[in-house]
């Protein structure tokens, strides 16, 4: 293997940036080493993850962002937009199952939920092992990824195979059933006669499963979106969304959990889970209710382990009660930001 | 022994003999290119700045840190040794090309490797530690007041040194009287100590290639289960699920043969590690029941030793004590600068503020003389990096900011 990583370089197509690293080598991607796909990004300075590159399977550019998806030699094919690793076929069961069942364990029969993001399909999959669910609906910005992965990831993307999905591609803001709750109040200014009382919300559960930051996912860290969703939501429904890493982002993190206490009357707590391919190899999860019947988190009453609605999906890897439970313990540098003073 | 050259043939690794001359990959990968080959420690003479950690342990994975500058570059009787500074993670410690530690991250993998055994048991005695040839288990195991021995036993003296130099806040646990340190091999060591001697076993280990091999292999677990008193614990490095299940289930299965007591797998964050996280065996010897999953030896409720009042390390009281010091002297230096610009009233006011911090610095010295150190209730805003006895209650009531 060391032979393999100590290919020749042609330095002719050696291009650097400011930090002294390639940005492209012979074959397009960022890298510090040959033949190896390296996550460089302002968002975790001087750090980066590399993986192995047997093959380079998509490369393209969507209106919002830079898809590729390349064969890595240790874990599987590797979604990665704008730089960035999205999923790996080795460890995507991690992140997926623990951002959908976290939510969805803790309340009992949920029946409708909504997916924001998620175009691979993952969330999907985990979402229908659920059989009280009856609708699920999906609003992914970008039809890319959605196309991109039914072609190369069949084992996420089968999420989208249940009938139970419907799927609509655009911005957030925009879907019809969310918009129609944003101009409801709206109408009511106005007076207009059709409009008795604004409508509650719907859904049980909305699962926020976007990239980070920057980029086109920029707008589902801020307020105005918590408080479309907490619109969204029905009372006591839960809210489950990506909430980076407690190593590398505590600032972020400190302001969706303002945000989101603000925001949110009923429960808001923060859970991480282990996943090696994403920086600092963990990942964490904002998961807050609306007012309503109480919903302790870190107590799931609706424990799926136990039920195995497996149907065409394969069982589940990561996820399970005990998990669940201690994937809200924090290490104290992080507990301390986070956690109420008044206690 | 450089790791991503020693993958051409296995049978080459040396278990604790010294290392007799150069490794045998070397010099062929050095002469394919000059400006393609990377040095034995990982640092890529193409792409300078970086250091990747490859290695045949985590095969097509590799973490990469940008390098400030190199401080230290040796080879030791049994590894290459090298500490550079790295622009986000501080001060990083490599040995034979793998990460070890970085001042960044190191506080998850010492804190959780030493609390999670000792924290378990009622009043640790004696202790011993082997490899953690930095200190950083030693400071961890010193907070414990209870603990009256604590011996280590590190195979390679360089470890030992370059910590001391480089690592200051992590080789001051090597300051600690009750500390004694034993250069040595770890299973010759085993071998020499009487059955039943210590209440805890931390085995802070390298990876299975290399000189910690041996750290590994059932006759050693057999040593470690001797040298404890019935109702002991031992807590070693034990890789990580994500890479290595098959290592895992071999020290299981092992620890379940020898070790009559509880048997657990626990693991903990540490982002500069392979796959972000590491994990540890926790067992116990046949006698008291030991359940390591409910500690019954909470380090946040009494972690200050009374006979000891003026611990070194980061305590309640050196906390207290440089933040008033730090106040001081800012409103010493703000004193100065009104008194050039000639301002009387703010300097009245500064003055009060000063003799104000004067009061509460003298109070709080006072406290400790008279009554001993603080007791963690006082000092709320202070506490342990790691604790392991609470689940986070995150319930944030709206209206009240989290912090």
């Given at each position: ?69 390349f ?52 969330v ?14 999906i ?18 993307a ?69 408080e ?109 930001k ?5 206690k | ?29 050095l002469?394919v ?20 950690e490859?290695?045949p342990?985590w ?42 530690l ?23 005695k ?138 657990n ?43 000891k ?28 600068l009104r ?65």
């Open positions: 293997m060391a032979s393999e990583v100590k290919r020749q370089r042609d330095h002719e197509e050696e291009e650097e940036d400011e930090n002294g690293a390639p940005v492209s080598d012979g074959i397009g991607i960022s890298s510090l080493i040959q033949g190896w796909f390296s996550e460089i990004s302002p968002m975790w300075p001087g750090e980066a993850h590399s993986l192995k590159v047997e093959k380079v399977l998509f490369q393209g550019k969507s209106d919002y962002q830079n898809v590729m998806v064969q890595s030699s240790s874990y599987g094919k590797v979604l990665v937009l704008d730089g960035v690793i999205q999923l790996t076929e080795r460890d995507e069961c991690a992140y997926q199952e623990m951002i959908t069942h976290l939510p969805l364990c803790s309340i009992p029969n949920p029946k409708k939920v909504l997916v924001i993001g998620g175009g691979d399909g993952g999907l999959r985990e979402v229908s092992r659920h059989s009280s669910v009856e609708k699920i609906d609003c992914e910005i970008d039809k890319m990824v959605v196309d991109v992965s039914k072609q190369f990831f069949p084992d996420v089968i999420g989208f195979d249940d009938p139970r999905v419907s799927l609509h591609i655009g911005d957030v803001f925009y879907t019809w059933e969310l918009s129609y709750l944003m101009l409801a109040p709206l109408l009511m200014v106005l007076g207009v006669a059709f409009l008795k009382e604004a409508p509650e919300g719907t859904y049980d559960a909305v699962i926020v499963d976007s990239s980070d930051p920057i980029g086109p996912a920029q707008e589902l860290f801020e307020k105005p979106f918590f479309l969703v907490a619109k969204a939501l029905r009372p006591g429904g839960v809210v489950s969304t990506q909430a980076e890493s407690i190593w590398l982002h505590m600032d972020i993190i400190e302001s969706i959990v303002t945000n989101c206490s603000q925001t949110f009357k009923g429960s808001v707590n923060y859970a991480w889970t282990t996943v090696p391919t994403y920086p600092s190899g963990i990942i964490g999860f904002m998961l807050c209710s609306t007012e309503g019947p109480p919903v302790d988190f870190k107590h799931p009453v609706n424990p799926i382990d136990e039920k195995e609605f497996q149907k065409s999906v394969r069982p589940m890897k990561f996820y399970n009660s005990e998990i669940h439970t201690a994937s809200f313990c924090l290490p104290s540098f992080a507990r301390r986070l956690v109420s003073k008044a | 022994m450089a790791a991503e050259e020693s993958i051409v043939d296995s049978t080459d690794f040396p278990v604790k003999r010294p290392r007799e001359n150069e490794e045998n990959g070397s010099a062929s990968t002469t290119d000059a400006a393609a080959a990377k040095d034995p420690n990982g640092i890529s003479a193409v792409i300078p700045g970086w250091f990747s490859i290695s342990m095969p097509g994975e590799a973490h990469s840190l940008k390098v400030e500058k190199i401080l230290f570059q040796e080879k030791s009787d049994y590894q290459n040794v090298m500490v550079f500074q790295s622009s986000t993670y501080g001060k990083v410690l490599v040995l034979d090309g793998v990460i070890q970085t001042e960044r991250d190191e506080c998850a993998y010492q804190e959780m490797i030493t609390h999670l055994p000792l924290c378990s048991i009622p009043d640790p004696k202790v011993l530690v082997i490899g953690g040839g930095d200190g950083g288990v030693l400071r961890e195991v010193a907070r414990h007041s209870s603990v009256e021995k604590i011996d280590i036993c590190e195979i390679d003296k360089m470890v030992v040194d370059v910590s001391k130099q480089f690592f200051p806040d992590v080789a001051i646990g090597y300051e600690d009287p009750r500390v004694t340190l034993h250069v040595g091999d770890g299973v010759a060591f085993l071998k020499a100590v009487p059955e039943g001697t210590y209440d805890a076993i931390i085995v802070d280990s390298s990876d299975p290639i290399g000189p910690a091999q041996e750290l590994f292999e059932k006759p050693f677990f057999e040593l470690i289960a001797r040298a404890l008193r019935p109702g002991g614990v031992v807590c070693t490095q034990a890789e990580s699920i994500w890479l290595h299940m098959h290592i895992i289930e071999d020290i299981v299965a092992n620890c379940r043969q020898i070790f009559k007591g509880s048997v797998y626990a693991w903990t964050t540490v982002p500069t590690y392979p796959s972000g996280m590491i994990g540890f065996m926790l067992c116990s010897t046949e006698g008291p029941a030991v359940d390591f999953k409910h500690p019954v030896n909470r380090i946040d409720e009494n972690d200050q030793n009374s006979a009042p003026l611990k070194f390390y980061n305590s309640e009281v050196m906390l207290l004590l440089l933040h008033h010091a730090v106040v001081l002297l800012g409103s010493v230096c703000f004193k100065v008194r050039r610009l000639g301002d009387w009233k703010t300097e009245t006011q500064y003055y009060v503020c000063w003799l104000r911090d004067c009061f509460i610095q003298l109070r709080s010295v006072c406290h400790l003389l008279l009554r001993g150190p603080l007791v963690p209730k006082q000092t709320e805003g202070i506490r342990r990096r790691f604790d392991l006895a609470r689940v986070v209650d995150l319930e944030i009531r709206p209206g009240i900011r989290p912090w």
